[in-house]
């Protein structure tokens, strides 16, 4: 007899369990509660974050597929659409980091291949604790390298991401990867269950115990000494993922397939819970059928694995024999386990014997969904001005170049092949954002992911705003146009009502932003309980903006001396210190406020910037944000042999100009000729703020004034800053 | 028209990016499937880049085992040019076609980047620069050979690529995977089997930042290594 | 004396190098079956009794050699 207690050990809350028993108007057995707590998880129910991501927008123009299937798809073109979605692999990277990142893009590979496209691109958002922390160093290379063991051998490139350190991460470490994939926007493959009596077919690695309530353990918060929890990861087998990929992809070639879907968290359950689900259908599945790489499982446990690398398909029968076929040369395993019925519910059998009996809509629909209560964050005073100026300014400048946050990532992304394939035109570290070459007709893409946390963690509203705005910004300085995005919103635990109020805000930030930024939101994913000792993490929006090539791409690095360095956008406000690199460095403190984004003023932005790039006019650009104008500037002169001479700039305070973050701006470089044609330009025509801040000088060497610092000597700080953790 | 056969393990990943790049070049191009045991005649078999099999084992060592290679080794026999690219090379040591043995990096990590190599032998690719940019992407790339082994492939002029530096200055700063004598690409004593870490499929477009690798697989449609 | 430590995958976890190792084993002709792959780690310890040095060794596996998310490990002494 199942009792209140297991439902808890399960996850549920009390009133869930009384839900379950009315719905069913009986006591589940185990099997079946089960199948009820991984369903009515957070990670699979989206309980608590369902009614506020419904004010995201999720159309437009270019939009074929928005949230709700695998992953969303965007039309690129010349009859092809871009297939992507970016998710969290969390909890399972703070207890395995190598296993754990590396299941991760294994995950989010399969949700872009079971639509039917190639993976052609990834990226990966990384956040983890200080650099000081003990367990940093363990973290940092246990992810990098699962991350670059299963995309290299996957034969995907990895073309760019973002790293960045502090101590809110320490006892909870992000990893949200993202993959891109490419197939005809009239193969796009779905994961439906129809047409009542086709054949339900298992496909990959067999099942084990492995990852056995592993999206019942995404949902909790840890506890010092959960690391002994470890039973529950998964390990990963990228070649074994390879071969499942060719194999999928030959088999809808073949027109076999009705509906696929990855076997993903929740593994079996959820994956032909949804199927049936979309299509309004039922399922029974034969447990006896289900290959298994151990002996003796119980139906509960082939429910709840979570063993890699599989697929559930839905096949045309008359087509069923090439399933051999392919998966036979492809050494996968492969079964009928079961088959698609009109009863509306799932139905396991075991030995004969029906093991599980449940209303697919009381595991879907009737999942419990919740407005938790929200309230205010109550932030202390900070500290939000720096007192004078650093002694040694010049010193200072080659320090924060190798300050965590703002040093290389080469050491990182050198680890990822992010040239197979041969499409990456601009490599990491070459420009703002990632572009991929597609195919002749459709048009090349630029990938970028952001999310300056700690702006969203001192104003989540306005905090989500500067998210997509720096995100599409980036999109916009290679000179590409949104197409959509996809969130991956990491946050803290949802039953304490600042961390609901967090969640709230950021989601309607966010809503307003794309809607400005015409930058549709068509898939994601959310990481709730990420907390730790009752420590929240800061609220981590991750943001993936996909964008179409215009016709002219520029780097973001300066070209040639004698060019004239130009600021554009807003003119830049020396008190705007809060949640910045400089404030944090030097009084380790994150301040009172945020400057607010004008988002009219940023689309004009950017808008700006692509038309500059369009008309020739400019040179290099580079988005203007961490660590503010002196950073930007040293990353654009970084590797290219010149320097600047800063002669036009007259501030009392030379540190909060060089390093204060007011959004919306771009630090760009044009020939001398070009100056007055786009003076115009940006003041008359987009009405934005045009500071000449000097030149491009042939010496290397960063001149302003009385500080005079060598090129190399930054760099050098710049390219070994992650030295002594990877 | 000459005529290039890729052959296909489970895991190689660089197998369309190889038939795109010798299409380019103007080959004509034909996959084999791992478990072929025959290939037609043909003027080059490329042995492209990935992780067959996972890496699993040694890299390159359960390729070794599949039906192709007998067949692969046959061909490298009669006179067929054979060309290894990264795991294809690995797959080449493996099987005994070429002298010496790959292990992990000197720095225990993958490494992906830009790369220049030096042209070193004087019999071989018909090449316009001594000094080429071809980019690395390997996890086990050290090229390792006892002292004999390496003196005689110097003795017999195979060692076609050494890492190097633009200027093309070999020296163990210009080297990045720890590989004895900055060795990049080998070739066999009868000239016809190549092996070399570098990517030339992955330089054959300015677009992508260098052409050599262009020129690598052209010389194929004229000279022997 | 000398120490022969072997560390090996925990029952149940998934060992995708000894699964390709069976397949192409079977492929090749030989009927064998439930591979795995273990790592043996030897060295030379100072003199000490049993007890003593059995503790160090688990320290170590516990510091550093073994990784105890997927991996469990025994040893033996040789005097």
């Known amino acids: 007899m199942i009792t209140i207690e297991d439902a808890k050990s399960h996850g549920l809350s009390e009133s869930e369990f009384q839900n379950i028993l009315e719905i069913l108007g009986r006591s589940p057995n185990l099997t079946e509660l089960g199948v009820f707590s991984v369903m009515w998880s957070e990670h699979c129910s989206y309980k608590t974050s369902r009614i506020h991501l419904s004010k995201l927008p999720t159309t437009g123009p270019h939009v074929l597929i928005g949230p709700g299937e695998n992953a969303g798809a965007v039309d690129i073109g010349g009859g092809k659409a871009a297939v992507f979605k970016m998710e969290s692999h969390n909890h399972p990277s703070f207890i395995e980091p190598f296993q754990g990142a590396a299941t991760g893009v294994g995950g989010i590979m399969r949700d872009v291949f079971t639509m039917g496209a190639r993976p052609i691109a990834s990226l990966n958002s990384l956040r983890f604790g200080e650099k000081e922390h003990k367990k940093t160093k363990h973290l940092v290379n246990g992810v990098v390298g699962g991350i670059a063991h299963y995309?290299?051998?996957?034969?995907?490139?990895?073309?760019?991401?973002?790293?960045?350190?502090?101590?809110?991460?320490?006892?909870?470490?992000?990893?949200?990867?993202?993959?891109?994939?490419?197939c005809k926007t009239d193969e796009i493959f779905k994961g439906v269950a129809e047409g009542v009596g086709n054949p339900v077919y298992y496909v990959g690695s067999g099942t084990g115990r492995d990852g056995i309530h592993g999206a019942t353990m995404a949902s909790e918060t840890f506890e010092e000494g959960d690391e002994e929890k470890r039973p529950?990861?998964?390990?990963?087998?990228p070649f074994r993922e390879k071969l499942l990929l060719e194999a999928c992809l030959e088999l809808m070639a073949t027109g076999a397939i009705i509906g696929i879907q990855d076997m993903g968290a929740a593994g079996l359950t959820s994956s032909s819970v949804e199927m049936a689900d979309r299509a309004g259908n039922g399922l029974k599945i034969d447990i006896d059928a289900v290959p298994k790489r151990e002996e003796r499982m119980t139906a509960y446990e082939v429910l709840l694995s979570e063993s890699q690398e599989r697929m559930l398909m839905v096949i045309d029968p008359e087509k069923a024999s090439e399933v051999g076929r392919v998966f036979d040369k492809w050494e996968l395993e492969w079964a009928r386990i079961g088959v698609v019925t009109d009863s509306g519910h799932l139905e396991v059998m075991e030995k004969g014997e029906l093991v599980c009996n449940l209303p697919i809509d009381a595991l879907t629909s009737a999942a419990p969904k919740y407005d938790r209560p929200s309230k205010p964050f109550n932030h202390p005073q900070r500290v939000e001005s720096v007192k004078n100026v650093p002694t040694d300014l010049a010193q200072f400048l080659v320090d924060f170049m190798g300050s965590p946050n703002l040093c290389?990532?080469?050491?990182?992304?050198?680890?990822?092949?992010?040239?197979?394939?041969?499409?990456?035109?601009?490599?990491?570290?070459?420009?703002?954002?990632?572009?991929?070459?597609?195919?002749?007709?459709?048009?090349?893409?630029?990938?970028?992911?952001?999310c300056p946390s700690r702006k969203v963690y001192l104003d989540p509203r306005e905090g989500a705003k500067h998210t997509v705005a720096e995100c599409t910004r980036n999109l916009a300085c290679v000179n590409a146009k949104p197409l959509g995005a996809t969130d991956c919103l990491n946050f803290g635990d949802p039953t304490k009502p600042e961390i609901m109020w967090q969640l709230i805000e950021a989601i309607e930030g966010m809503a307003e932003a794309c809607r400005i930024l015409e930058t549709p939101i068509v898939g994601g994913n959310v990481s709730l309980y990420n907390a730790s000792d009752d420590v929240d993490i800061y609220p981590t929006p991750?943001?993936?903006?996909?964008?179409?090539?215009?016709?002219?791409?520029?780097?973001?690095?300066?070209?040639?001396?004698?060019?004239?360095?130009?600021?554009?956008?807003?003119?830049?406000?020396?008190?705007?210190?809060?949640?910045?690199?400089?404030?944090?460095?030097?009084?380790?403190?994150?301040?009172?406020?945020?400057?607010?984004?004008?988002?009219?003023?940023?689309?004009?932005l950017q808008d700006c910037v692509r038309e500059l790039i369009d008309e020739e006019l400019i040179e290099s650009?580079?988005?203007?944000?961490?660590?503010?104008?002196?950073?930007?500037?040293?990353?654009k002169l970084f590797t290219t042999g010149l320097g600047c001479s800063l002669s036009n700039i007259s501030e009392p305070r030379l540190d909060t100009f060089l390093f204060c973050e007011t959004p919306s701006r771009i630090l760009i470089s044009i020939p001398h000729e070009a100056l007055v044609e786009t003076k115009i330009l940006v003041q008359e025509k987009y009405g934005l703020s045009f500071e000449h801040l000097g030149c491009v000088s042939p010496s290397p060497k960063f001149k302003l004034g009385d500080v005079c610092v060598e090129i190399a000597r930054a760099e050098k700080a710049w390219r070994d800053g992650l030295a002594a953790l990877i | 028209m000459k005529n290039a056969k890729i052959v296909v393990f489970p895991g190689s990943n660089c197998d369309t990016d190889c038939e795109r790049a010798l299409l380019q070049v103007g080959f004509?191009?034909?996959?084999?499937?791992?478990?072929?045991?025959?290939?037609?005649?043909?003027?080059?078999?490329?042995?492209?880049?990935?992780?067959?099999?996972?890496?699993?084992?040694?890299?390159?060592?359960?390729?070794?085992?599949?039906?192709?290679?007998?067949?692969?080794?046959?061909?490298?026999?009669?006179?067929?040019?054979?060309?290894?690219?990264?795991?294809?090379?690995?797959?080449?040591?493996?099987?005994?076609?070429?002298?010496?043995?790959?292990?992990?990096?000197?720095?225990?990590?993958?490494?992906?980047?830009?790369?220049?190599?030096?042209?070193?032998?004087?019999?071989?690719?018909?090449?316009?620069?001594?000094?080429?940019?071809?980019?690395?992407?390997?996890?086990?790339g050290n090229f390792r050979i006892d002292d004999d082994g390496l003196r005689r492939l110097q003795d017999h002029d195979q060692i076609v690529f050494r890492y190097c530096n633009q200027e093309g200055v070999v020296s163990s700063a210009t080297n990045p995977n720890g590989s004895v004598d900055n060795i990049a690409g080998v070739c066999s004593k009868n000239r016809r089997v190549l092996g070399m870490m570098p990517h030339p499929e992955r330089a054959c477009d300015p677009k992508l930042g260098s052409n050599d690798g262009a020129d690598i697989l052209r010389s194929f449609l004229n000279n022997r290594v | 004396m000398r120490v022969r430590l072997v560390i090996e995958k925990k029952k149940g976890v998934f060992d995708p190098e000894a699964k390709v190792i069976e397949t192409s084993l079977l492929n090749l002709g030989h009927p064998i079956e439930n591979a795995g792959l273990k790592k043996v780690i030897e060295?030379?310890?100072?003199?000490?009794?049993?007890?003593?040095?059995?503790?160090?060794?688990?320290?170590?596996?516990?510091?550093?050699?073994?990784?105890?998310?997927?991996?469990?490990?025994?040893?033996?002494?040789?005097?």
């Open chain 2, 28 to 140: 004509k191009t034909e996959r084999v499937w791992h478990r072929d045991s025959t290939i037609e005649k043909c003027d080059l078999i490329v042995i492209p880049g990935g992780f067959s099999f996972g890496d699993y084992l040694r890299a390159g060592a359960i390729a070794k085992a599949s039906p192709i290679m007998s067949e692969v080794a046959r061909h490298a026999e009669r006179g067929t040019s054979v060309l290894g690219i990264c795991n294809g090379f690995q797959i080449l040591l493996e099987v005994g076609l070429l002298p010496g043995a790959m292990t992990r990096n000197a720095s225990l990590q993958f490494i992906c980047g830009e790369q220049w190599i030096r042209h070193d032998s004087n019999s071989s690719l018909a090449l316009k620069k001594k000094v080429l940019k071809v980019p690395i992407a390997h996890g086990e």
């Open chain 1, 621 to 635: 650009a580079h988005d203007c944000s961490e660590g503010g104008i002196a950073v930007a500037l040293f990353e």
């Open chain 1, 542 to 604: 991750g943001f993936a903006a996909v964008g179409a090539m215009g016709g002219r791409s520029i780097s973001m690095h300066v070209q040639q001396a004698g060019d004239e360095i130009i600021l554009i956008g807003r003119e830049t406000n020396t008190d705007d210190l809060g949640a910045s690199e400089y404030l944090w460095v030097r009084e380790k403190s994150i301040g009172n406020r945020l400057p607010k984004i004008d988002l009219s003023e940023e689309k004009r």
């Open chain 1, 408 to 450: 290389s990532r080469k050491n990182i992304y050198s680890q990822f092949d992010f040239m197979v394939r041969t499409n990456t035109l601009k490599t990491p570290g070459a420009a703002d954002a990632a572009i991929i070459r597609t195919e002749v007709g459709s048009s090349d893409l630029a990938l970028a992911v952001d």
């Open chain 1, 151 to 182: 995309g290299n051998c996957m034969g995907v490139p990895t073309v760019g991401g973002e790293v960045y350190f502090d101590p809110s991460y320490n006892g909870n470490i992000l990893v949200n990867v993202f993959t891109l994939g490419m």
């Open chain 3, 43 to 79: 060295f030379t310890l100072g003199d000490m009794d049993e007890e003593t040095a059995k503790e160090k060794v688990a320290m170590m596996c516990t510091q550093i050699l073994v990784n105890p998310v997927l991996e469990q490990y025994h040893f033996e002494l040789i005097k």
């Open chain 1, 232 to 237: 529950t990861v998964q390990v990963g087998d």
